[in-house]
């Protein structure tokens, strides 16, 4: 069996830590090794002790930078990628004046082929080896972007928008043309190669109760699929909901009503929920997907960890980018983000914490913990090699870091693209930057 081995200083979780001298949380080794065959890891640990099989392989030798899973993100849109920075004041302005224009444009198979190369290309030189991300009303954006993620071995889960109301003709479907064309995707697309198919109502506000009703008939035909969509970012789409649905509780509850809260369950924002909201959440196990960049872009307001935990200490979430609401492609930016939103609430983030969660946690948000997320044995080899020193300004603050926990910090506070020397995905160098300063 050919293999190949990454050297370096190695990092990876096993649960989430409570702090920093929670140190049976993590794995970090000095100077490890990871070998890597038929894009798996078949081993990993301390590089004085790579078994006799693996000693022949070509090294790769990242040393000293620091060897960690690759990011995961819970929560972005493809045919966004070209809408970042848009400026406007609100979620439903923005949705109005320039994403909803600049998704109609992925109809066209050769526009949306081309954004799916971009789009890859845009994770991966951030250090994101697998997300979980949006389509457009369009059945094509859904195949550009899987088929590419197959071409590159990739672990990408997407699926088209099911919306039908409340935005332009071009970019409505219908109950049953959103029901059946989702189901052709999952016939075609999931579970080929790495990619699966998501059940995509955008949201509430765009679906009517009968294209509400074919999500859930969707997610109850197909239990092997995550279902994403949006709840409770912005106030004044909690009162058009409202309107919309005048029998339901709450926002929460009309998702509920058409069987869509459960563990496969992702719902982006989940900003101004009640305890009621909260509860049922935790109790159907489904998804909080805290998006920090994008709440504080649109002025939709700040996620409050610490009542979801008071509220249900078993309460499940996760972190995402957003894009293109969201401000940066970083994970790193991203948790940066996250920190300042908590610490503005009085709330503290530790930088182990973080971490895990843009690993193994929203690894364990998507129901994937059993492959991604780890440095171990077994596990799929998608892994990125960070440098703390990316930028004369971190490699300033550097010279005073002592500890895993401030380089950790240091990272995802001034890091970026320029801290993400390479990304691996199942066992192959897939992005590369050689930093110069």
Not at 80 to 93: D, H, I, K, N, P
Not at 194 to 214: C, G, W, Y
Not at 288 to 317: E, I, Q, W
Not at 412 to 420: A, C, I, K, L
Request: hydrophobic letters at 40%; glycine letters at 8%; proline letters at 4%.
């Amino acid at each position: 069996m050919s293999a190949e081995v990454f050297r370096g200083r190695l990092l990876w979780f096993e649960r989430e830590p409570a702090g920093s001298e929670d140190e049976d949380a993590y794995h970090y080794l000095e100077d490890g090794a990871i070998a890597v065959a038929d894009g798996r890891i078949v081993w990993s640990g301390d590089w004085p002790d790579l078994p006799s099989a693996w000693r022949d392989a070509p090294v790769r030798d990242h040393r000293p930078h620091l060897i960690v899973p690759g990011f995961i993100d819970c929560h972005l849109h493809f045919p966004q990628g070209q809408v970042v920075a848009s400026y406007a004041g609100s979620l439903l302005e923005w949705l109005n004046t320039y994403t909803f224009v600049e998704e109609q444009k992925y109809g066209d198979p050769d526009h949306a082929g081309r954004m799916a190369k971009a789009f890859l290309d845009m994770l991966l030189s951030h250090g994101t080896t697998t997300a979980v991300a949006f389509g457009s009303v369009h059945r094509t954006s859904a195949e550009a972007l899987l088929g590419e993620a197959v071409k590159r071995n990739m672990r990408i889960v997407t699926g088209k928008v099911m919306m039908d109301r409340n935005a332009p003709d071009a970019l409505t479907d219908t109950a049953q043309s959103g029901y059946e064309d989702t189901k052709a995707l999952i016939a075609e697309w999931h579970g080929t190669g790495r990619v699966e198919v998501a059940i995509t109502p955008r949201f509430a506000l765009t679906s009517t109760e009968a294209q509400m009703e074919a999500a859930g008939t969707l997610a109850r035909e197909h239990p092997e699929c995550l279902m994403q969509t949006h709840l409770s970012e912005n106030r004044a789409e909690i009162e058009v909901v409202a309107g919309l649905f005048p029998w339901s509780k709450d926002y929460t509850d009309v998702y509920d009503r058409y069987g869509l809260l459960s563990p496969k369950s992702l719902f982006g924002h989940c900003i101004h929920q009640s305890e009621r909201e909260i509860a049922r959440m935790a109790e159907s196990r489904s998804v909080a997907v805290f998006c920090p960049t994008s709440n504080l872009f649109l002025g939709s307001g700040l996620y409050d960890l610490d009542k979801m935990k008071a509220v249900h200490p078993a309460v499940r979430h996760a972190i995402a980018t957003d894009i293109g609401g969201g401000t940066s492609w970083s994970m790193l930016r991203t948790l940066d983000e996250g920190y300042k939103v908590l610490n503005l609430q009085g709330q503290r983030y530790h930088p182990l914490r973080s971490f895990y969660q843009a690993t193994l946690g929203n690894a364990k948000a998507i129901g994937m913990d059993d492959r991604i997320g780890k440095l171990a044995s077994g596990y799929e080899a998608d892994f990125i090699v960070l440098d703390s020193r990316g930028t004369p300004a971190m490699a300033l603050r550097a010279e005073t870091v002592s500890t895993l926990a401030e380089e950790l910090f240091l990272l995802q506070t001034m890091g970026d693209d320029r801290s993400v020397r390479a990304a691996i995905v199942s066992g192959a160098t897939a992005s590369e930057n050689h930093v110069t300063r």
